[in-house]
């Protein structure tokens, strides 16, 4: 949650050419920007959620015929 919030203040504080070389107006632009960094960091989040599932989860048992 640290990362969005610090992210986020990092592009509400972007100079306007930085964020208006993104997408015209300037408002979707910062829309832009704000939503692949929530992007980003839900695909990291997911991956390590992945990642310990399957580092922890025991393959199951063989079924008897």
């Not at 509400?12 to 208006?20: E, R, S």
């Amino acid at each position: 949650m640290c990362v969005v919030a610090l992210g986020s203040l990092v592009i509400a504080f972007l100079p306007a050419d930085v964020v208006g070389a993104v997408a015209k107006p300037l408002w979707r632009g910062a829309f832009l920007l704000t939503m692949t960094l929530y992007g980003a960091v839900l695909l990291v989040s997911g991956g390590i959620s992945f990642w310990l599932y399957l580092r922890h989860t025991e393959a199951p048992a063989p079924e008897a015929e």
